[in-house]
């Protein structure tokens, strides 16, 4: 770890090497949702228990990957009937730009989309 000193006094953040890196997130994201999506169709009352299950699958994922011993993860995840409607969804955050992180994942099939989002937030 590293002290970087600030107006306040000084902090701990995590050094370079154990920063959240997005790019190595990234990857652990898609291949859960194609494990757990991949030929799947969509049934509603069951969709909101895969999408418990993915979320929880996600996080420790990212959770057991080396650097993220200080960090809180927080995982979303959104599964939508793929029948041509559309979706937006957005997120806002305040917090520590050099350390903090966030990452979106999606997955399309003929039968479903599925949105995930993995936040990353340092705890000093």
């Known amino acids: ?3 970087a ?3 306040s006094g000084s902090e701990m953040r995590p050094d370079f090497m154990h920063r959240f890196r997005a790019a190595e997130v990234r990857p652990m994201i898609n291949e859960v949702l194609r494990s757990e999506l991949e030929g799947r169709k969509y049934e509603g009352v069951e969709m909101a228990e895969t999408s418990q299950r993915i979320s929880e699958a996600v996080a420790a994922r990212v959770m057991g990957s080396a650097g993220m011993e200080r960090y809180k993860v927080i995982s979303t995840v959104s599964i939508f009937e793929n029948s041509g409607q559309g979706a ?3 997120s806002s955050a305040v917090w520590d730009e050099e350390v903090d992180g966030v990452v ?3 997955y399309a099939s003929d039968q479903l989309r599925c949105v995930a989002a993995v936040y990353a937030v ?3």
Request: aromatic fraction near 6%.
């Open 88 to 90: 937006r969804m957005g």
């Open 1 to 3: 770890m590293t002290t």
């Open 122 to 124: 340092c705890t000093y």
């Open 104 to 106: 979106h994942e999606s």
């Open 5 to 7: 000193n600030t107006d």
